[in-house]
């Protein structure tokens, strides 16, 4: 068995396990995948939070744990404590299976998401057509715990979601397929629909394909950025469930446990969305300005990165540690937090000690684990930022109203992008 | 079968890219292709046929992949079970369910359905028993690597070689067309 888990450390060509070929190694990848996937679920749960809170000048989730730090795991407990209720007109067992649906779609599509150029489950060939079918079968869990409800709001929230998620498919598909246009400029003139392929065909060319034809990335970015709020069912995007019209839309008539598998599966669905925005135009686990500040001593500093961050995020914690009031009731919260702190900080340091370990050596156990370390930070780090936009926008925009939604998905975007996928063509006709 | 494509299988088969237990996922999929099959004709209710059929699309999909057919399957799923099984869902749930669950179902056109499903059980056992005469005896099992770029090539022809189905790819795809134009103008009385 020790032979059994070395093999794969121990190559010296990174490949994913997918492609290795080996089960074990693939099985530890889901498994590390899931657990991370639940924990950003929760961090972001937390952190939509406050984040909204403090937007409209409110604290937000303080009581439980210092600064409702424990409050997700309270939510948590409390869903699956809570009472699960099916409506007696429901159709019980299409009501039973529907959060299913959209958890599995939700989390398969974490197979291919590149982390780093040997850091994914598998590299399909297929990998952008696959992530995005099987995200696209999201919605029949939508689609279908809205009719199982029995129940008028549901029905209007599940039609309107499957309306506007086949509007802003297509829009999407289209901005996709001139990214996937762009990976063909190349000697042999073929592109790839594979994830990793297709960051490594942005490392080949030098250049993240946002900023590929000037304006045309940016723009087939744009479009995607917009129609992936859509997708997902976000404000100002969220028609399904809008709470001023349609109650809770779709899940009405959820509760307890399989509610919080819908959440679930729109959080999951929302890291998804964002890896593919980053794999796409962001240059995935690539670092910022690689062509520009290249060589040994940049890659250096930009390593320090990940264990920079962990030491922003304890002293954090210490500065909350060091502002708690000096009264009994608060000890136990000021222990926990310091906790908090020391552990981030052991992380940190951690960190540090192997980009440092790992700095001049290129073929050392060290090396390689600061090489995967440097992919997964830059490819965490850029979704993290797309989530903080969700939050963002949420705060920030109001809801559309349904007909301008369908007015701005079939009359302004899908236009736009069929000329820009037509434009890139013809600008990389004439390049090559 | 062209060397290049020999050497792409025989790599992709020393990367460890054999199939694993493949008869045990060959026959859990048919399993479930053929009982959700039936499901989808013996349940009285349509919502729960079209989810049978969402079943039945996805076993099928997993035999594509097992076909070294990436591609297909990707398709499959895009088109089929994400697409046109929504829009199944959408109209079937405008549909009064209860009371069309309670009518009396009636349907004159069985014995041309079970007609065509004779004659395609004969073609199945014709095929099962002279298989080996009437297909060549080795399928060509492209790597999976490259089955998206062969299919291409095959559609729009590769290295200054014309496509052999590009007309009939373009012809299709216009045919569509119309039919979208034709189904906008005939619901839509002002453009």
Partial sequence: MPNFIMSYLNSKDAITPGAAGSQFWALVYVFIIFAGVSVAVMAMNWLERKALAHFQIRLGPMRVGPHGLLQPIADAIKLMLKEDIIPAEADQFVFWVAPLIGLLAAFTVYTVIPFGPSQAVSDMNIGILFMLGVSSLGVLGIVVAGWASNSHYPLIGALRSSAQMVSYEVAMGLAVVSAILMTSLNATGTGTLSMIGIVQAQQQQGVWFIFKFFPLGLIAFGIFAIAMIAETNRAPFDMAEAESELTAGYHTEYSGLRWSLFMLAEYAAMIAVSSIAVALWLGGWMRPFPNLLHGPAWDFIFSLFPGLTFFGLAAIAVVGVVRMPAHSFFRIQRIGLAAFAAVLGFIALLLLVIAVAGRSADTSVAARFREGIDYVYWFVFKVAIFMYLFIWYRATWPRYRFDQLMKIGWKVMLPISLVVLIMTAIVGVLVS | ?191
């Fill in chain 2, 1 to 191: 079968m062209n060397p290049a494509l020999n050497s792409g299988l025989n790599s992709a088969v020393n990367a460890g890219m054999a199939p694993v237990a493949t008869p045990c996922f060959f026959y859990v999929l048919a399993g479930l292709a053929v009982v959700s099959g039936l499901l989808v004709i013996t349940r009285r209710n349509a919502v729960h046929s079209a989810l049978a059929l969402i079943v039945t699309l996805l076993a099928v999909t997993g035999l594509y992949l097992m076909l070294y057919a990436p591609f297909v399957a990707a398709v499959q799923i895009f088109v089929y079970a994400g697409g046109i099984m929504l829009l199944f869902l959408f109209v079937i749930m405008l549909v009064n369910i209860e009371r069309s669950s309670k009518d009396r179902q009636f349907n004159r056109m069985w014995p041309v359905g079970l007609a065509a499903a004779c004659a395609l059980l004969a073609l199945f056992v014709t095929a099962f028993v002279k298989g080996k005469a009437l297909f060549p005896d080795r399928m060509i099992s492209l790597p999976e690597s490259s089955n998206t770029q062969q299919i291409a090539g095959m559609l729009y022809g590769e290295a200054g070689r014309m496509g052999e189905y590009t007309f009939a790819f373009e012809i299709a795809s216009l045919l569509l067309l119309v039919a979208i134009l034709g189904a906008v103008i005939m619901t839509k009385k002002k453009i």
